[in-house]
């Protein structure tokens, strides 16, 4: 019953923290800012993130052996939370805060010597990655670490998708033996979920970018670690696994590049922002959990069998497009599937009204 343990006990100690943070952050006037952006109202506390770290350094520190893998993730993970942190104070030039995602990554490859050197893809084919190794390896952390920045617009959903993550990437590791990143997943959801009772609709305080970017960082560590056995292929489940910020954040760069805008600046055509126009932000919010389970399942079910998991993931990944076009997240003009069946049916009316008139002047001779 280990397992509960890991995931009880950062739990309770992150309940118990997330108050006095309240607290803390009233006192010194660390609030979310509103804006044209946001969706809360009133002075909300931002700093909840503080209540996930300590609690899962502490259980680290209890449960974990260190190692340099592990010390490289706590270090890493530590500079991604003061850079976050000073953020929720002060507010970082976009330029600034990626500095410490870059020292935080590079805190990761050079101490904990975590790397992508080879990919493994299906029929057995594997891609020695090489010199670029490094690059590679950089681009998933900062971009993972982001996804799951940007997807903390409404109340718990960042804390609630990363826990659902985090406690998937703890199931499909048993398969491979990896206790380790079986235990760290488990300690950070337990840690996540604690803080998610004062978070959930209408939240009391926000987990600011410390919790964000430390959860994005230590999440994209994890899926490193996590997913370099030879039986299954290198990062293709640990990207259906995070599809969610995956997805919102490939789909939030090609619409700010094809507006002619910089990627920095934010708007409110994420895939939550359009969900809650027409579901409310608590439905909205349980319906990204719904998908993320379901990316989650088709992961587990690609594992025990192949065929089936590339079925039910191309069903998902239809559904997916079919809701990007139509809400036009992207932009109004991006459409290839519906532009397709449109022609399609366009080419059947066209069809059927050749045949009729076929038969209506056979008829008259």
């Known amino acids: ?3 509960l343990m890991y ?6 100690l992150s309940a118990l923290l997330t108050p006095i943070l309240k607290v803390v952050a009233t006192r010194l006037e660390i609030y979310a800012v509103e804006n044209e952006r ?3 109202c009133g002075k909300i506390a931002r700093i909840g993130g503080v209540a996930i770290y300590v609690s899962f350094i502490i259980c680290m520190a209890v449960f974990m052996k260190t190692d340099m893998t592990i010390n490289g993730i706590l270090l890493g993970g530590t500079i991604m939370f003061l850079g976050g942190l000073i953020d929720d104070m002060v507010d970082l030039k ?3 805060k990626l500095l410490f995602e870059i020292a935080a990554a590079i805190m990761l490859m050079v101490v904990g010597k975590v790397s992508l050197d080879v990919i493994r893809l299906p029929f057995g084919i594997q891609i020695d990655m090489g010199l670029i190794s490094v690059l590679v390896t950089l681009i998933w952390i900062i971009g993972i670490t982001n996804a ?3 997807i903390d617009g409404l109340d718990g959903l960042a804390g609630g998708i990363s826990t659902i993550i985090l406690i998937i990437i703890a199931c499909l590791s048993v398969v491979d033996n990896r206790w380790d990143i079986h235990t760290m997943a488990l300690i950070l959801a337990g840690a996540t979920l604690g803080f998610l009772i004062y978070n959930w609709h209408p939240a009391s305080i926000f987990m600011g970018d410390c919790g964000a970017l430390f959860l994005g960082f230590i999440i994209s560590a994890i899926s490193l670690l996590g997913f370099k056995s ?3 292929m290198t990062l293709a489940l640990p990207i259906l696994i995070l599809a969610v910020p995956i997805i919102d954040t490939l789909g939030a760069i090609l619409r700010r590049k094809l507006s002619g805008h910089k990627f920095s600046e934010a708007d409110k055509k994420h895939v939550h922002h359009l969900l809650m126009q027409r579901f409310g932000q608590r439905n909205t919010v349980i319906i990204l959990y719904i998908v993320t389970a379901l990316f989650g399942l088709t992961a587990y079910i690609y594992i025990v069998n192949k065929t089936a998991g590339f079925i039910v993931l191309f069903i998902i990944a239809f559904i997916v497009e079919v809701f990007i076009e139509t809400s036009g997240m992207i932009s109004k003009k ?4 519906i532009s397709i069946w449109n022609l399609c049916k366009k080419k059947i009316t066209q069809v059927k009204q050749k045949k009729c008139q076929k038969e209506k002047k056979e008829g008259i001779e």
């Open 334 to 337: 991006f459409h290839p599937l």
């Open 94 to 96: 976009p330029r600034n």
């Open 230 to 232: 030879s039986t299954i």
């Open 38 to 40: 946001t969706v809360h």
């Open 1 to 3: 019953m280990n397992y």
């Open 7 to 12: 995931l009880l006990i950062p739990l309770v």
């Open 148 to 150: 799951v920045n940007l």
